[in-house]
């Protein structure tokens, strides 16, 4: 082990960790013995115990503990050569590179191998009958306005087809919740999100309404259509590879909120759309996909709160959905296991 007085020493130590030996000493520890693959003691051993022995936070040393575990075992079972892992390196060098606020390779990356998917499952857990979360995606905006249940959340020179969507809030129970905001997003009848158009000035297919309190709430929009995730970086090349598209089914995002209740984010999908069992980002949930239907009269149009005139193409979209939320105390239950 390095004495102070080494670690001081100009013939020993660099001017860098002389000036950072002012303000810290770091803990060293004594290499009392060699590593070696296929002995009683690896180089897995030698990095836990290194980790062991310094390492002060009790969950940040199980994290890694069990990071190094299974990353030593995957190279252990499929042996990776230097090429390869030189390719791997590379990858996720590109990775970080062409990374921008609306295409994070890396959290694509999570997403297309399903790893984003999986943790909102662990830290999300749903009682029998309560609706799926899913992640938010890259697209959400904190600048949605505020409007009434019914209000149109599509500018009026948004492309595509005239949509209805309602909606009720229950709690496991089947009684309506109170206090439910629920926040919507989605992508144009183009598959377009506005922060996608360069000349975007104001937030457009968006919107936060506050339920009545049945839970009850609805507006009017835009039927979605498909798009495709960004695939002109490294992971699009992924999904070459494995011999997968990039795009994704028809949707629409959800944030549903309540007090006492397990916040939800989800996204759902019409029955009709194509991609559904193929989604490259593992959001598609059985449960999420749901029958629309089309309305062709025009006295339920005025109902529903469209203008004489508005509908063009001669129908209206109606999407309803039911909703199921568990309260905070049911969520942590199933965590505990209870």
Same mark, same amino acid.
């Given at each position: 082990?390095?004495?102070?007085?080494?670690?001081?020493?100009?013939?020993?130590?660099?001017?860098?960790?002389?000036?950072?030996?002012?303000?810290?000493?770091?803990?060293?520890?004594?290499?009392?013995?060699?590593?070696?693959?296929?002995?009683?003691?690896?180089?897995?051993?030698?990095?836990?115990?290194?980790?062991?022995?310094?390492?002060?936070?009790?969950?940040?040393?199980?994290?890694? *503990?069990?990071?190094?575990?299974?990353?030593? =075992?995957?190279?252990?079972? /499929? $042996?990776?050569?230097?090429?390869?892992?030189? #390719? !791997?390196?590379?990858?996720?060098?590109?990775?970080?590179?062409?990374?921008?606020?609306?295409?994070?390779?890396?959290?694509?990356?999570?997403?297309?191998?399903?790893?984003?998917?999986?943790?909102?499952?662990?830290?999300?857990?749903?009682?029998?009958?309560?609706?799926?979360?899913?992640?938010?995606?890259?697209?959400?905006?904190?600048?949605?306005?505020?409007?009434?249940?019914?209000?149109?959340?599509?500018?009026?020179?948004? *492309?595509?087809?005239?949509?209805?969507?309602? =909606?009720?809030?229950?709690? /496991? $129970?089947?009684?309506?919740?109170?206090?439910? #905001? !629920?926040?919507?997003?989605?992508?144009?009848?183009?598959?377009?999100?506005?922060?996608?158009?360069?000349?975007?000035?104001?937030?457009?297919?968006?919107?936060?309404?506050?339920?009545?309190?049945?839970?009850?709430?609805?507006?009017?929009?835009?039927?979605?259509?498909?798009?495709?995730?960004?695939?002109?970086?490294?992971?699009?090349?992924?999904?070459?590879?494995?011999?997968?598209?990039?795009?994704?089914?028809?949707?629409?995002?959800?944030?549903?909120?309540?007090?006492?209740?397990?916040?939800?984010? /989800?996204?759902?999908?019409?029955?009709?759309?194509?991609?559904?069992?193929?989604?490259?980002?593992?959001?598609?949930?059985?449960?999420?996909?749901?029958?629309?239907?089309?309305?062709?009269?025009?006295?339920?149009?005025?109902?529903?709160?469209?203008?004489?005139?508005?509908?063009?193409?001669?129908?209206?979209?109606?999407?309803?959905?039911?909703?199921?939320?568990?309260?905070?105390?049911?969520?942590?239950?199933?965590?505990?296991?209870?």
């Amino acid at each position: 082990m390095a004495s102070i007085q080494q670690m001081k020493n100009p013939l020993l130590v660099g001017k860098a960790i002389r000036a950072q030996l002012e303000n810290e000493i770091p803990q060293d520890l004594p290499l009392d013995k060699d590593f070696k693959e296929g002995t009683g003691y690896t180089i897995t051993d030698h990095v836990n115990g290194l980790h062991t022995a310094l390492c002060k936070d009790p969950r940040t040393l199980e994290l890694y *503990t069990s990071l190094v575990n299974h990353l030593h =075992a995957f190279a252990r079972e /499929t $042996k990776p050569t230097h090429a390869e892992w030189t #390719k !791997a390196v590379e990858f996720l060098t590109r990775a970080g590179k062409e990374s921008t606020e609306f295409k994070n390779e890396f959290v694509l990356l999570s997403d297309c191998l399903g790893f984003s998917a999986l943790i909102d499952e662990i830290n999300h857990p749903k009682p029998p009958g309560c609706t799926d979360s899913c992640e938010p995606g890259p697209f959400f905006t904190s600048d949605a306005p505020e409007v009434p249940s019914g209000s149109s959340l599509a500018k009026d020179y948004t *492309t595509g087809e005239p949509m209805f969507f309602s =909606a009720t809030v229950k709690d /496991t $129970k089947g009684q309506g919740i109170q206090g439910v #905001k !629920a926040e919507m997003w989605q992508a144009d009848g183009d598959g377009v999100y506005d922060v996608q158009y360069p000349d975007r000035e104001e937030p457009n297919d968006r919107g936060r309404i506050v339920a009545d309190p049945s839970g009850n709430f609805s507006y009017r929009g835009i039927l979605p259509t498909a798009y495709p995730i960004p695939d002109d970086g490294p992971i699009g090349d992924v999904l070459k590879a494995l011999g997968r598209h990039p795009h994704r089914s028809s949707h629409l995002h959800f944030t549903i909120t309540a007090p006492g209740y397990d916040d939800l984010t /989800t996204a759902l999908y019409p029955s009709h759309s194509p991609f559904l069992g193929t989604d490259p980002v593992f959001a598609t949930k059985k449960s999420l996909v749901t029958d629309l239907r089309e309305e062709h009269d025009p006295q339920k149009w005025v109902q529903m709160g469209f203008s004489e005139g508005q509908v063009k193409n001669g129908r209206v979209w109606v999407w309803t959905y039911d909703f199921v939320l568990p309260t905070v105390e049911e969520v942590e239950a199933l965590k505990k296991g209870k």
